[in-house]
Protein backbone atom coordinates (compact mmCIF):
# COMPACT_ATOMS: atom_id res chain seq x y z
CA UNK A 1 0.00 0.00 0.00
CA UNK A 2 2.72 2.35 0.77
CA UNK A 3 4.65 1.47 -2.64
CA UNK A 4 1.68 1.94 -4.77
CA UNK A 5 -0.12 4.93 -3.01
CA UNK A 6 2.06 7.89 -4.93
CA UNK A 7 0.80 5.83 -8.52
CA UNK A 8 -2.75 5.46 -6.98
CA UNK A 9 -2.77 9.32 -6.71
CA UNK A 10 -1.23 9.84 -10.01
CA UNK A 11 -4.29 7.35 -11.47
CA UNK A 12 -7.03 9.17 -9.81
CA UNK A 13 -5.43 12.49 -11.10
CA UNK A 14 -5.38 11.31 -14.49
CA UNK A 15 -8.61 10.00 -14.45
CA UNK A 16 -10.52 12.61 -13.14
CA UNK A 17 -8.76 15.69 -14.82
CA UNK A 18 -9.51 14.04 -18.43
CA UNK A 19 -12.92 14.84 -17.97
CA UNK A 20 -12.02 18.19 -16.62
CA UNK A 21 -10.16 18.64 -20.07
CA UNK A 22 -12.65 17.32 -22.08
CA UNK A 23 -15.31 19.45 -20.53
CA UNK A 24 -13.49 22.42 -20.67
CA UNK A 25 -12.61 21.69 -24.45
CA UNK A 26 -16.41 21.01 -25.39
CA UNK A 27 -17.09 24.57 -23.72
CA UNK A 28 -14.59 26.21 -25.25
CA UNK A 29 -15.20 24.82 -28.48
CA UNK A 30 -19.12 25.36 -28.51
CA UNK A 31 -18.54 28.78 -27.66
CA UNK A 32 -16.19 29.10 -30.31
CA UNK A 33 -18.57 27.68 -33.03
CA UNK A 34 -15.62 25.25 -33.90
CA UNK A 35 -16.55 21.61 -33.68
CA UNK A 36 -15.23 19.51 -30.75
CA UNK A 37 -12.91 17.92 -30.05
CA UNK A 38 -11.07 15.72 -27.61
CA UNK A 39 -8.23 16.39 -26.30
CA UNK A 40 -5.45 14.26 -24.83
CA UNK A 41 -5.02 14.35 -21.73
CA UNK A 42 -1.33 14.47 -19.71
CA UNK A 43 0.94 11.29 -19.13
CA UNK A 44 1.68 9.56 -15.64
CA UNK A 45 5.46 11.48 -15.81
CA UNK A 46 3.81 14.96 -16.62
CA UNK A 47 0.68 14.37 -13.72
CA UNK A 48 3.41 13.39 -11.52
CA UNK A 49 5.52 16.19 -11.99
CA UNK A 50 2.54 18.45 -11.66
CA UNK A 51 1.83 17.32 -8.18
CA UNK A 52 5.59 17.62 -6.73
CA UNK A 53 5.56 21.00 -8.12
CA UNK A 54 2.19 22.09 -6.87
CA UNK A 55 1.18 20.44 -3.49
CA UNK A 56 4.47 18.65 -2.55
CA UNK A 57 5.98 14.96 -2.16
CA UNK A 58 3.22 14.28 0.83
CA UNK A 59 0.47 15.29 -1.27
CA UNK A 60 1.67 11.50 -3.44
CA UNK A 61 0.46 9.66 -0.08
CA UNK A 62 -2.99 11.26 0.18
CA UNK A 63 -5.47 8.23 1.61
CA UNK A 64 -2.69 6.21 2.91
CA UNK A 65 -4.20 6.17 6.48
CA UNK A 66 -7.07 4.35 5.58
CA UNK A 67 -6.02 2.61 3.15
CA UNK A 68 -3.29 1.16 6.00
CA UNK A 69 -6.41 0.69 8.43
CA UNK A 70 -8.41 -1.82 5.71
CA UNK A 71 -5.24 -3.85 4.66
CA UNK A 72 -3.03 -3.82 7.88
CA UNK A 73 -6.04 -6.49 9.48
CA UNK A 74 -6.45 -7.86 6.11
CA UNK A 75 -3.03 -8.78 5.73
CA UNK A 76 -3.09 -9.74 9.54
CA UNK A 77 -6.12 -12.40 9.03
CA UNK A 78 -4.36 -13.78 5.89
CA UNK A 79 -1.25 -14.63 7.82
CA UNK A 80 -2.72 -15.82 10.60
CA UNK A 81 -4.83 -18.71 8.91
CA UNK A 82 -1.76 -19.39 6.68
CA UNK A 83 0.52 -19.63 9.58
CA UNK A 84 -2.46 -22.21 11.08
CA UNK A 85 -3.41 -24.39 8.31
CA UNK A 86 0.77 -24.38 7.50
CA UNK A 87 1.65 -25.85 11.03
CA UNK A 88 -1.78 -28.15 10.83
CA UNK A 89 -0.63 -30.00 7.40
CA UNK A 90 2.91 -30.08 8.31
CA UNK A 91 1.55 -33.19 10.28
CA UNK A 92 -0.34 -34.34 7.41
CA UNK A 93 2.11 -34.07 4.20
CA UNK A 94 5.62 -34.17 4.85
CA UNK A 95 6.83 -30.74 6.72
CA UNK A 96 7.28 -28.07 4.77
CA UNK A 97 6.31 -29.51 1.53
CA UNK A 98 5.29 -27.74 -1.61
CA UNK A 99 2.21 -29.23 -0.92
CA UNK A 100 1.95 -27.81 2.53
CA UNK A 101 2.83 -24.17 1.52
CA UNK A 102 0.44 -24.17 -1.63
CA UNK A 103 -2.39 -25.72 0.21
CA UNK A 104 -2.28 -23.22 2.99
CA UNK A 105 -2.07 -20.32 0.63
CA UNK A 106 -5.17 -21.40 -0.68
CA UNK A 107 -6.37 -21.65 2.36
CA UNK A 108 -5.23 -18.44 3.43
CA UNK A 109 -6.54 -16.60 -0.13
CA UNK A 110 -9.94 -17.78 1.03
CA UNK A 111 -10.34 -16.33 4.13
CA UNK A 112 -10.02 -12.96 2.09
CA UNK A 113 -13.43 -14.08 0.76
CA UNK A 114 -15.32 -15.33 3.76
CA UNK A 115 -15.66 -12.39 6.14
Partial sequence: AILTCPLE?????????SVTLYISEVQLNTMAGASVNRIVSPGPLHCLKVILEKEGPRSLFRG?????VGVAP???IYFAAYSNSKETLNGVFDPDSTQVHMISAAVADETRYTR
Fill in 74 to 76: SRA
Fill in 64 to 68: LGPNL
Fill in 9 to 17: VVKTRLQSS
